[in-house]
DNA sequence: CAAAAAACATGACACTTGTCACCTTCATTC
DNA sequence: GAATGAAGGTGACAAGTGTCATGTTTTTTG
């Protein structure tokens, strides 16, 4: 009996998801968490032989749940499930020691079979990352990633500057290093590219 | 036996949605959609009793096929199911004569209970629609609209200003009182802003 | 250890943005 | 028919943005 536990903070999808599974011999869903921080909970207390885990969830995000089961040790198998196919979320969730990352466009009978070859030993990738650029990598160092996440709140430079103790030139010219390795005219658009790639 | 048609971009929740309402002795799934032309060609051919209809999906959107829809007078009854409980996505479905409005965070038991009453003539709506500001009316005229949707994609004043055959000053006039309607100090809180109340 | 990369800074320049006052035209509405 | 509001416009000003050259100081890494 394979034992299944759902992070997915959409509860109709999620309980969806653990009807299917269930009704499957060889599959029980013994926990559903509905964010990051509860998911972290229940692995490590129930113990499930795999997650399935989303990325974009309140509190904690699907990636960072990989990232601590795997700085604990835990022995649960990983597999992300999530809409974004992002070069950015992939290469975290490799490096977190996830088995499977696939999308949300998958159909839904590819599921249980995905999870029991997880089971096996295999890792499951979408067809879509497999191929696909996934090599690019984030080009921007961790200040101006932190920057450019206050620029997409809204924030000025001078703002900024005040808030993390810069110089507002300083600002300014991480700024501009940001546009230029995003091949970006402004801000707004460097937001967009960043995000699209999953490198926000 | 209420025969439904699902319109869901997503292959997963769409194929886990249409097993889950299989199951039930009264309900059937017709057809499934992945786009909103899809839907409204299968809606028109097959004729279902209700359709469920995701709101953000490619080609034309969940809310598009409901005003469409109305505009033929079509039988089928309309069922909304988004992941957004915003006030401008509500009141467009209701205009378009839409008979429910669920949010994907409901619990997937209630769905099938929801269609039946739907089908009895009742209208559904998510408790979170029901209170909750939804009395706020898109305060942006529609040349604003365009403007700001211009504005999300990273175009600049002049930019727009040649695209829309309008002069450098007028674009910035119409960007000016839009950061005064929606009380943003600068263009990117102006795009959250009208993103998260769907007045984009 | 030396080189490279990241972090932080200054000053200057041109351009873009946001604001304001004020003006016209046209369609809708009371 | 006067009032209102949407659409379009001008010109001017202050503030914000993006670029560049150039510099110092740590931290990382081959």
């Known amino acids: 009996m394979i034992r299944i536990l759902i992070a997915e903070d959409q509860r109709l ?7 299917l599974l269930d009704m499957e011999e060889d599959m029980e869903v013994v926990g559903q ?16 032989d795999v997650c399935l885990l989303d990325i974009e969830m309140p509190v904690i995000t699907g990636l960072e749940v990989a990232e601590r089961l795997k700085a604990q040790m835990a ?4 597999i992300i499930l999530t809409t974004f196919a992002r070069p950015g979320y ?20 590819k599921l249980a079979e995905a999870i029991r ?11 879509e990352l497999v191929f696909g650029s996934f090599r690019q990598e984030n080009p921007l160092t961790a200040r ?5 996440r206050l620029i997409a709140e809204g924030r000025t430079a001078n703002e900024i500057a ?10 300014r010219n991480y700024i501009s290093e940001t546009l230029n390795k995003l091949s970006a005219k402004n801000r707004i658009e460097a937001i967009g590219i960043a995000e699209q790639k999953g490198w926000l």
Not at 38 to 44: C, G, T
Not at 75 to 78: D, L, Q, R, S
Not at 162 to 171: E, I, P, Q
């Open 144 to 148: 101006e990633r932190d920057i450019l």
């Open 90 to 109: 992939f290469e975290r969730a490799v490096k977190a020691g996830a088995c499977g990352y696939l999308l949300k466009d998958e159909p839904s009978e």
């Open 13 to 19: 999808l999620r309980g969806a998801l653990a009807s």
């Open 33 to 48: 968490a509905g964010d990051g921080q509860e998911a972290l909970d229940q692995i490590l207390s129930l113990q499930p």
């Open 117 to 127: 070859r997880v089971m096996a030993g295999h890792r499951e990738v979408s067809p």
């Open 162 to 171: 005040a808030t993390l103790h810069l110089s507002h030139g300083t600002v």
């Open 75 to 78: 022995a649960c198998k990983i």
